[in-house]
């Protein structure tokens, strides 16, 4: 079992930045591609981004490419996001996911993933 916990989320005004952690629980989360999704009242999850397990690769949804970046410290069981540059249209609940099959690559659907956190909010106001 894994289990995961966002912080870091608030109230931003737009081009602020802010960086949001996930905490995991577990001796293998080393082994997990990680990934960050995000859902806007009224709207489905979508894809944010994601990392490998060793951190060798990344992936980012169009929308925040060049402004978002993931990163990871499997020595600390934590994931990150920074978030620069925001926008209004980044408002959104985020949640961080673990792919718990060992040494994965990288998937964009939300079922790829096996654990998910409780969320964090964020808005960017205009």
């Known amino acids: 079992q894994v289990q995961l916990v966002e912080s870091g989320g608030g109230l931003v005004q737009a081009g602020g930045s802010l960086r949001l952690s996930c905490a995991a629980s577990g001796r293998t989360f080393s082994t997990y591609a990680m990934g960050w999704f995000r859902q806007a009242p009224g709207k489905e999850r979508e894809f944010v981004a994601a990392i490998t397990w060793s951190a060798g690769s990344t992936y980012y949804a169009l929308s925040v490419k060049g402004r978002f970046t993931i990163s990871r410290d499997n020595a600390k069981n934590t994931l990150y996001l920074q978030m620069n540059s925001l926008k209004p249209e980044d408002t959104a609940d985020y949640y961080c996911?673990?792919?718990?099959?060992?040494?994965?690559?990288?998937?964009?659907?939300?079922?790829?993933?096996?654990?998910w956190g409780q969320g964090t909010q964020v808005t960017v106001s205009s």
């Open positions: 996911a673990a792919d718990s099959g060992r040494y994965h690559p990288i998937v964009t659907m939300a079922r790829g993933y096996d654990y």
